[in-house]
């Protein structure tokens, strides 16, 4: 799946879960997280004002969860912890990845692997709640 461009990557995930889509919609694969058991995939799907400049904070971004398994697929709204988790993963991986750097951003996480961030836009990155881990 990763070998194709981030637009068609996009489009593919909306039409698995019927999400319209028409050429004049604004899709934009922001983060690929990639772990041992699953990986997550972050779109941008209608916030046409998204700005990368200022995108490294945290920000209240509407979220939808697309659950997508060899057996079975969901569609539901995402719960606010769930809401919150996602706009930190956002605004973490713009502000590590640094000031020249554009989605997507890929952070894999695989056997013993740790990303690395040569250039990020400062050393304070953005936090969840404890009590949302």
């Given at each position: 799946m990763y070998s194709y461009s981030p637009d068609v990557v996009a489009k593919d995930a909306c039409s698995i879960f019927n999400v319209p889509i028409d050429d004049n919609s604004r899709l934009m694969l922001l983060v690929i997280e990639r772990w041992d058991r699953l990986d997550t995939l972050a779109f941008d799907v209608i916030h046409a004002a998204h700005d990368p400049t200022t995108a490294h904070h945290v920000a209240n971004l509407p979220?939808?969860?697309?659950?997508?398994?060899?057996?079975?697929?969901?569609?539901?709204?995402?719960?606010?912890?769930?809401?919150?988790?996602?706009?930190?993963?956002?605004?973490?991986?713009?502000?590590?990845?640094?000031?020249?750097?554009?989605?997507?951003?890929?952070?894999?996480?695989?056997?013993?692997?740790v990303p690395t961030y040569p250039d990020p836009r400062d050393l304070i990155t953005a936090q969840l709640d404890p009590t949302m881990q």
């Open positions: 979220v939808v969860l697309f659950d997508y398994g060899k057996q079975h697929s969901v569609v539901k709204a995402a719960s606010p912890n769930f809401e919150k988790e996602v706009d930190v993963v956002i605004a973490r991986e713009h502000n590590l990845n640094g000031w020249s750097a554009r989605p997507p951003y890929v952070a894999d996480h695989t056997g013993m692997k």
